[in-house]
């Protein structure tokens, strides 16, 4: 799939089985709660933090979709074209960033 179908077939679904888009903020304030299942399951599963039995059943794959989702929700309300605005912002980066990390000494490979 690409992001434009993607953006596609959330709307189809939006607009069929979610009946309409929650406005715009309360899917910001959806998409920080999302981010934030993300980051709980990165601090217990790659932090120092350990899962408490309720976390069992955690699946870092299916909170990154929600992200995804309601990222797109958001950029459909918007007018934005998630694939150009990710060509463009890929551009911008190789622009700024040709030599950025290159020359980046905390990135080069440690010696021992």
């Not at 992001?3 to 903020?25: C, H, M, S």
């Not at 899962?51 to 950029?75: P, R, W």
């Amino acid at each position: 799939m690409t992001i434009e179908q993607a953006q596609q077939t959330v709307d189809n679904w939006i607009k069929t089985t979610g009946i309409r888009y929650f406005n715009e903020l309360t899917n910001t304030a959806i998409l920080m709660e999302e981010v934030g299942e993300v980051a709980r399951i990165m601090a217990r599963r790659y932090g120092e933090q350990s899962f408490k039995k309720s976390d069992t059943e955690v699946n870092l794959a299916d909170e990154m979709a929600d992200v995804l989702f309601v990222l797109i929700c958001l950029a459909n309300q918007t007018g934005i074209n998630l694939t150009e605005a990710l060509e463009k912002n890929l551009e911008k980066k190789s622009i700024r960033d040709a030599d950025r990390h290159r020359n980046n000494d905390k990135l080069k490979p440690r010696t021992v």
